[in-house]
Every structure is written in structure tokens, then in C-alpha cells.
């Protein structure tokens, strides 16, 4: 089970962290990212990070955000920072075992979500 938390309602140029909380089992082995919904649009790729810390971006999201892991804590976190209003959307943590880390089926568990507003 993955909970996500963190979100809210921030400023445009503020800054969020998202926290993705694993329990019940192990995600040591797994890939986990953050994939993101806004109202209309499909959920799009923001980061992942493999368990051996490979990390990838999508391009929208390089050098503001920051992903990192806590294999120890079955932890994950999205530091956001610059926000802009175009990241308003739906956050979920998710985690897999194979297939391209950009590819939102490639994500075979998924918490429930956290809401992130920026406002201009």
C-alpha cells in the first residue's frame, strides 16, 4: 500500500514536498515515481527513481524538482520547488517492476493521491 501526502494550495514561485509512504511490503527491488493527473488531461510521468538511484525527469519538471528514496524507511519524496500553476494536479506515488520508468502502465501500484494547487 502507498499513501501519498504533502499536497495543498501554494503560490506561484512557493515550494511543496510530497511524502509517499510503502507499507506491507518491501519496495526495495521496485522503481517508484511520482505521475501526476490535472482536470482533463491524462496522468503524465513527473519523476521516478529506480531502487539503485537512477533518477529521471520529464522535462517539464527538471531543475525545480527533486526526487529522492529511503529504501530503510520505505519513504519516497518530491521536492517541489518554483511551482507553477500548470503543475496543479492530482499527485500519485507509484511503484514498479519493469518497463520504461516514463510509462504510466508501467506502474503497478498506486497510493490514492494528493491534491496540488498553484495559484498564479
Known amino acids: 500500500q502507498l499513501q501519498a501526502s504533502g499536497g495543498g494550495l501554494v503560490q506561484a514561485g512557493g515550494s511543496l514536498r510530497l511524502s509517499c509512504a510503502a507499507s506491507?511490503?518491501?519496495?526495495?527491488?521496485?522503481?517508484m515515481g511520482w505521475l501526476r493527473q490535472a482536470p482533463g488531461n491524462e496522468r503524465e510521468f513527473v519523476a521516478s527513481v529506480s531502487w539503485w538511484d537512477s533518477i529521471v525527469y520529464a522535462d517539464a519538471v527538471k531543475g525545480r524538482f527533486t526526487i529522492s528514496r529511503d529504501n530503510a524507511k520505505n519513504m519516497m519524496y518530491l521536492q517541489m520547488n518554483s511551482l507553477k500553476p500548470e503543475a496543479t494536479a492530482v499527485y500519485y506515488c507509484a511503484a514498479g517492476l519493469r518497463g520504461s520508468t516514463r510509462s504510466v502502465p508501467s506502474y503497478g501500484y498506486w497510493g490514492q493521491g494528493t491534491q496540488v494547487t498553484v495559484s498564479s
Open positions: 506491507g511490503r518491501s519496495l526495495g527491488n521496485y522503481f
